[in-house]
């Protein structure tokens, strides 16, 4: 019986794994793969005590940070189903059961999907959904960015650097993105930026060669050799049913990062926090952790 099961191993994840060890708790760690979202972001200007460190870079200090600690992980298990019963959590995997007086879910999320014609045919085979990974395939072709957000100008300025022209696609009517980065991206003189656009078709052969755009009730062909879509995320919240979620399937928490469900903490992007930042969803798992202490300590 462990004290505490945390999902996932991500900013929120491993920060809690960190807090656990050292109120030497008897705690698991289950997760997909060790960094989260944190590997998909490249240059990181905003995480204190770092003026500038590639997302790849953070992620292994992270890892180096959790190797400090006697910890059982299990990475590579997905999670399948959490449920609580009797005051006793089980978590469920595609390898196995699991039990415990309190579970973190610190799960993420994962890119949200086009779901238009030839997404899922031309996946990995010239559309991604991480610009970090896979730029560098696309050097000197003409490419474009989905999503007019931050994930979506960060994609944008990591391939001014690679790409010979960025057509970068966004539904609305205005970019979202900080204004700094806008202000670079139209400063590179690679970007054509294709507003109240809508994509209609991904088309291509083996590889993926062109895609299909509306905009001002005309439809568009666009020859590209590449498509980063970037149009946010979805909360990885679907293997709990009971905890209460907003209206995306974020799981909503308090303060303290309590659940609905007593034992049941969540924390970082897969929960109602506005903010998802890599230094918010730290913050937010060692919350968790500490409230998760705080919960078996008061347990008869």
């Known amino acids: 019986m462990n004290d505490l099961i945390i999902i996932g191993a991500g900013p929120a994840g491993i920060t809690a794994s960190v807090y656990a060890a050292r109120k030497r708790m008897n705690f698991l760690v289950i997760t997909g793969d060790i960094g989260g979202q944190t590997i998909l972001s490249s240059d990181i200007e905003n995480y204190t005590g770092y003026q500038f460190i590639t997302g790849v870079e953070l992620a292994q200090r992270f890892k180096e940070h959790l190797e400090q600690f006697e910890?059982?992980?299990k990475e590579g298990e997905r999670v399948t189903l959490v449920n609580k019963e009797n005051d006793i959590v089980k978590v469920g995997t595609d390898k196995g059961?699991?039990?415990?007086?309190?579970?973190?879910?610190?799960?993420g999320r994962i890119p949200r999907k086009l779901g238009v014609e030839?997404?899922?045919?031309?996946?990995?085979?010239g559309v991604t959904y991480c610009?970090?990974?896979?730029?560098?395939?696309?050097?000197?072709?003409?490419?474009?960015?989905?999503?007019?957000g931050n994930s979506a100008l960060d994609a944008t300025l990591q391939l001014i650097?690679?790409?010979?022209?960025?057509?970068?696609?966004?539904?609305?009517?205005?970019?979202?993105?900080?204004?700094i980065m806008v202000e670079k991206a139209k400063g590179s003189g690679k970007v054509v930026i294709y507003n109240s656009a809508k994509v209609k078709q991904i088309s291509g052969?083996?590889?993926?060669?062109?895609?299909?755009?509306?905009?001002?009730?005309?439809?568009?062909?666009?020859?590209v050799g590449g498509i980063f879509i970037e149009i946010g995320y979805v909360p990885t919240s679907e293997f709990i049913k009971d905890v209460a979620k907003n209206e995306i399937g974020e799981i909503i928490v308090n303060c303290r990062c309590e659940t609905n469900i007593s034992g049941i903490f969540a924390a970082g992007d897969v929960t109602d926090v506005p903010a998802k930042q890599i230094i918010v969803a730290c913050g937010e798992g060692a919350k968790a952790a500490l409230s998760a202490f705080d919960y078996i300590s008061r347990l008869k």
Do not use: H, W
Request: hydrophobic share 40%; aromatic share 6%.
């Open 131 to 148: 610009a970090t990974c896979d730029a560098p395939l696309f050097s000197d072709m003409d490419v474009v960015v989905v999503g007019g």
């Open 205 to 223: 052969d083996k590889l993926v060669q062109g895609i299909k755009i509306e905009r001002e009730g005309k439809v568009e062909d666009l020859t």
């Open 71 to 73: 910890l059982e992980l």
């Open 118 to 125: 030839g997404e899922d045919e031309f996946k990995n085979r």
């Open 161 to 179: 650097k690679i790409a010979k022209k960025i057509y970068l696609v966004d539904v609305t009517d205005k970019l979202r993105a900080d204004p």
């Open 97 to 107: 059961e699991y039990q415990a007086k309190t579970v973190i879910i610190a799960s």
